[in-house]
């Protein structure tokens, strides 16, 4: 089982990335995935999950208004469009993929994880 993140890169506070999370159709296949990051020095955290149909999705609060999570079920692809970035936000971010039809932000219930994907939001 295996997540690939990419996207990541190098962008000024104020601008936009957008990850995107490939898997295989098993891996993703009824269910839910969630993004997650860790910054320097940090524990991980949840940032965003969505659900396998894509009708429920949940966000941290630092995120919500600034990022949308997404997926395109036919092309086993989840995406999270990050706009007005912060320095904060700053971390490499992970998918995740859990056997639950719903996202949760506990990372616990996440099985499955890709690589990780830097993100760095200059001042």
């Known amino acids: 089982v295996q997540l690939q993140a990419s996207g990541g890169g190098l962008v000024q506070a104020g601008g936009s990335l957008r990850l995107s999370c490939k898997a295989s159709r098993r891996t993703f296949s009824n269910n839910a995935v969630g993004w997650f990051r860790r910054a320097p020095g940090k524990e991980r955290e949840f940032v965003a999950g969505i659900s396998w149909r894509g009708s429920t999705t949940i966000y941290t609060d630092s995120v919500k208004g600034r990022f949308t999570i997404s997926r395109d079920n036919a092309a086993n692809a989840v995406y999270l469009q990050m706009n007005s970035l912060e320095p904060g936000d700053t971390a490499v971010y992970y998918c995740?993929?859990?056997?639950?039809?719903?996202?949760?932000?506990?990372?616990?219930?996440?099985?499955?994880w890709g690589q990780g994907t830097l993100v760095t939001v200059s001042s």
């Open positions: 995740a993929s859990n056997r639950l039809s719903q996202p949760t932000s506990s990372s616990e219930l996440y099985p499955y």
